[in-house]
């Protein structure tokens, strides 16, 4: 069974902090690496999307990497911001018909 | 732009009822999918919709049935609800190589 980590569960920071953010998966054969932030009460708004072919992608604050001979993704958030308080999930893309294997999130609070 | 649009916003059933939730697209997106969100448990596929026409079982479809309508709709479909299927079940679309869009959510209660 693919399966999908993010430790911490949780993460608390004061605002100006870089996030480091972590997510691990278990089989190479990714066709993507997805990272999306759920806001309380609300659906999933995709942030960035790694190709398996690529190594990194990039969004203003964020950049997310990818190492698929360590089964890692990481997701860099500079300079946090309250606003940027939310749960962050990866997501694992499999080759067919992008089926989404998610892992559990990691809750962000960014304190003023 | 709607995006994805998931009727109710919440529910609640009673052990045995049946009920359907509604999806609709607006992105003339060709997949769509329908994941269940619990504590604990991340979100989990239960059936997706790789093109109109078709449907698959994702990871837990036990209890559930779908039906691609037409492209731009994808309903789920309880039969015969359980305390177990209380959760938050998501819609949502894609085209092929895009991020999935995802709706608001449907909070169902079934007790």
């Known amino acids: 069974k693919q399966e999908v980590t993010q430790i911490p569960a949780a993460l608390s920071v004061p605002e100006g902090e870089n996030l480091v953010l972590n997510c691990s998966f278990t089989d190479s054969a990714i066709y993507n690496l997805q990272w999306f932030r759920q806001d309380p009460g609300k659906g999933l708004t995709s942030l960035l999307l790694i190709q398996s072919s690529q190594r990194e992608q990039t969004s203003g604050r964020l950049n997310a990497s990818l190492d698929k001979s360590s089964g890692r993704s990481t997701l860099y958030i500079a300079a946090s911001q309250p606003g940027d308080s939310a749960t962050y999930l990866c997501a694992r893309g499999g080759a067919a018909g992008n089926k989404l294997t998610f892992g559990g999130g990691t809750r962000v609070l960014v304190k003023p | 732009n709607a995006g994805v649009t998931q009727t109710p916003k919440f529910q609640v059933l009673k052990t045995g009822q049946s009920m359907t939730l509604q999806c609709a697209q607006d992105m003339n997106h060709n997949s769509m999918y329908w994941y269940r969100q619990d504590p604990g448990m991340g979100l989990r596929l239960i059936y997706y919709?790789?093109?109109?026409?078709?449907?698959d079982k994702g990871e837990v479809p036990n209890g559930y049935n779908v039906s691609r309508l037409n492209k731009r709709e994808f309903s789920l479909r309880l039969e015969s609800a359980a305390p177990s299927q209380t959760s938050v079940y998501f819609c949502?679309?894609?085209?092929?190589?895009?991020?999935?869009?995802f709706g608001d959510g449907t909070r169902l209660s079934i007790l």
């Open positions: 919709s790789a093109s109109e026409g078709t449907t």
């Open positions: 949502a679309s894609s085209s092929r190589v895009q991020p999935q869009h």
